[in-house]
């Protein structure tokens, strides 16, 4: 099922404890442009489709990567792309995110995304311990 717009902003805003829905927005699309970077194929179209429409297009239409970032480079990307943000501030930020994400998906989809990540990107889902490799 697809999350609408406010449901998903309402989520990010209240886990990511922002003041004002735009700084939710500003996080979720720059995380989900970071996030879709490192996701290909179907498993990156699966995810989007649990998204609402303007979320779903910043995931299919990611910021390009050259290489996969571990889940530590992703923290400083984020904050780099977030004006004013810390490395923590970004953590908190991803986790507000990605744990919605991480909700409007499938377990097994979950364990698809994290398949395609670099180890460690469970725990800034919130969810340790999933999609490990056999």
Known sequence: MTLRWEA???RVRERGEYDAPEDAERAARVVLALLGAHLVGQVRADLAARLPEAMALVLLNP???AEPLTPERFVRAT???IDGATETTALWDIGAVLSTVADAASGELMDRVLFQLPPGYDLLFGRPGAGHRP
């Open 8 to 10: 998903f902003l309402d």
């Open 79 to 81: 904050a780099a792309w």
């Open 63 to 65: 910021l390009q990567a």
